[in-house]
């Protein structure tokens, strides 16, 4: 055995470590997600220590003041100027405070609060045994239809641990898009998918689809979890960094001072072009674009439909923000290999949902393929790398998490006897039951379909826009092409429920309580609003639109 074999199975001691520095935290910068960890918390001791009667109520309001909070405090931070001239890093690199972040944690904490209304409504079903219910289950952990969730019921139980779940999910959004190194991203991604997971397996009604939806949930998450974080090696392994900035110096060839041991791994392009195809992959899986939606129609239809509404609009936004500051504040230098590469997913993702949501009869599924259309649409807009991508896409997700929180408060009114009557048959002839409720249903479906005077008209538009100008004018005739096929199924439903005769012993539309009334009122006035006169909130997405880097 040679010497310098045997020299090199041990090492020489570094220097001894005498003091560790302690993390400089900006909490004013952080306030925004430090409220809502905080109403988290405060929300797990509520549930050890408020007496079971009054638990609700105490949740409720915790969540929204805490809901409330967190958005002023954004507010505060973009009036400051931390949207723009004053953007930074903060949190020892780890998050950066900055236009597209504020924009989107201020979308995802109103889209969460018009969610937690939907979740807190305890009017549409039927009084049990004395008792107002909600749409979760009674007790999660009994088995569906056995004693104990009998007895449960009869109880007057309800899982009011729904609230703090909500709070984490909304905690781990809120850093996602704002993440400035791949560990806080890989973090924040299970921060606000563990929750969800469960979440999806609460339902009151139809308890065993809503189960098989959490675990397909998880199980698909799961992979793209693992996905995400193979990636995530690779890339550190390319670049000997998880700062976003670093490894956006290293791919462009602008890094300083070069390690030598790294110098071998940097000149690897495989380790790049690996990682990063894993790391995109991963968000596209959140995003729900083809082929990565396998998990998206059977999660929403099962889901309890509260869950699936703050879900279809949260989740997107905070991944595609995600997506977005990956794509252009590390990867940049690699646009010619990764435009391509989107370009095809845009392209499948739009048609692939316009045209697979014709042949669907539920209509939780229907507005799954739906999200997904509209996955492929907002990829467009990413496409564009230009500072005009950027604001289209946070205008557009603005837009879209409104319509689709009301359109899923909507489908939680139709009722029957076995709870909600998702199957389009049971829509026909709902304009002349309820006219006005079939009127709200019919003005998202127009957003959703892009019809003029609508959000998602000027949403469309100005995705459509800066693609086109970015020099992707095919992909703008795909998505006009895609647009046509899914205007024929929102305008489907709409000749459905206000042209066929309604059956005598169709669903009824349950009268909900202020809460729902709210969540849906909100939906409309936002999608009316953003349709007539967009062009101030295009303005602020415009102003939003720079990344920090």
């Keep these: 055995m040679s ?6 199975l041990w090492t020489t001691a570094a220097e001894p470590i005498t003091k560790i520095d302690a993390p400089k935290i900006e909490y004013g910068q952080l306030a925004p997600t430090l409220i809502i960890v905080g109403a988290a918390i405060v929300g797990i001791l509520v549930e050890a220590v408020v007496p079971r009667k009054s638990r609700y109520y105490v949740q409720m309001f915790v969540s929204v003041v805490a809901l409330a909070a967190a958005f002023a405090a954004v507010v505060a ?32 904490l109103l889209a969460a609060l018009v969610g937690l209304f939907t979740f807190a409504e305890r009017r549409l079903d039927p009084v049990v045994h004395g008792n107002r219910v909600d749409s979760f289950a009674a007790q999660a952990a009994s088995v569906p239809g056995s004693e104990s969730e009998k007895a449960a019921v009869k109880a007057g139980f309800t899982t009011t641990e729904v609230f703090p779940l909500l709070m984490f999910a909304v905690a781990g959004m809120l850093i996602f898009p704002a993440a400035n190194d791949l560990l806080t991203l890989f973090v924040a991604l299970e921060v606000f998918s563990l929750p969800l997971y469960l979440l999806c397996a609460l339902a009151r009604r139809k308890r065993l689809m809503s189960q098989e939806a959490a675990v397909k949930y998880f199980l698909l998450g799961a992979f793209a979890s693992a996905f995400t974080l193979f990636g995530i090696a ?75 509404g703050f879900m279809a609009a949260a989740t997107k936004v905070a991944a595609f923000g995600a997506l977005l500051r990956v794509l252009y504040v590390v990867l940049p230098g690699l646009r010619w290999d990764w435009r391509p590469v989107m370009w095809a997913v845009a392209i499948v993702t739009m048609l692939g949902g316009a045209i697979v949501a014709i042949t669907q009869t539920d209509i939780k599924r229907l507005l799954a393929y739906s999200s997904i259309a509209h996955a492929g649409f907002i990829l467009a807009g990413v496409i564009a790398t230009t500072p005009d991508g950027v604001s289209s896409v946070l205008f557009y997700l603005a837009a879209y998490s409104f319509v689709t929180i009301g359109a899923f408060a909507v489908v939680t009114l139709v009722r029957d006897a076995g709870g909600e009557a998702t199957h389009l048959s049971k829509w026909a002839g709902l304009g002349r039951r309820s006219p006005l409720v079939a009127a709200v249903f019919a003005v998202f479906l127009l957003a959703f379909a892009g019809i ?47 042209f066929s005769e309604p059956r005598p012993e169709g669903p009824t539309v349950a009268v909900p309580s202020p809460l729902t009334i709210t969540a849906i009122g909100v939906g409309v006035a936002v999608t009316l609003v953003l349709g007539v006169a967009p062009q101030y909130f295009l303005d602020l997405a415009g102003q939003a639109g720079v990344f920090v880097r």
């Excluded at 110096?249 to 041991?261: F, W």
């Excluded at 538009?461 to 095919?474: L, N, Q, R, S, T």
């Design 77 to 108: 931070l973009a009036a400051d100027g931390y949207g723009t001239t004053k953007a930074r890093i903060a949190a020892m690199g780890a998050i950066a405070v900055d236009g597209p972040a504020l924009f989107l944690q201020g979308t995802i």
């Design 452 to 498: 003029p005077l609508t959000s998602g008209f000027a949403g469309k538009f100005a995705v459509f826009k800066a693609a086109a100008e970015g020099g992707a004018a095919p992909l703008v005739v795909v998505g006009v092409i895609s647009s046509a096929i899914a205007a024929f199924f929102y305008i489907r439903v709409i000749v459905l429920m206000f």
């Design 3 to 8: 010497a310098t074999a045997v020299h090199s």
């Design 234 to 308: 690779l890339l550190y392994g390319y670049a000997g960094s998880m700062s976003y900035a670093t490894i956006a110096q290293v791919v462009d060839g602008t890094v300083q001072d070069v390690n030598p041991a790294l110098a071998d791994t940097m000149g690897n392009d495989a380790l790049l072009l690996v990682g990063a195809a894993l790391l995109v992959m991963g968000l596209l899986f959140k995003v729900g674009a083809v082929p990565f939606h396998m998990w998206t129609p059977d999660v929403y239809q099962g889901a309890p439909t509260p869950v699936t």
